[in-house]
């Protein structure tokens, strides 16, 4: 997920120095969105992770 949103970020970059605000900020906007969705998922699975409770083997 964290490759998507550098690649929207490039991409709103790009746009962005070559003149084109409506892609650049379309595209920033998908990195925001990726981005948080990503922090979201994180979260969800590192309280699954400790609600199991259970150590990894060795």
Do not use: D, N
């Amino acid at each position: 997920m964290l490759s998507w949103v550098l690649l929207f970020l490039v991409v709103a970059i790009i746009a962005g120095v070559l003149g084109f605000a409506g892609i650049a900020t379309a595209a920033a906007e998908f990195a925001k969105v990726i981005f948080f969705l990503f922090l979201i998922l994180l979260v969800i699975s590192f309280l699954l992770h400790l609600a199991r409770g259970r150590v990894p083997p060795l």
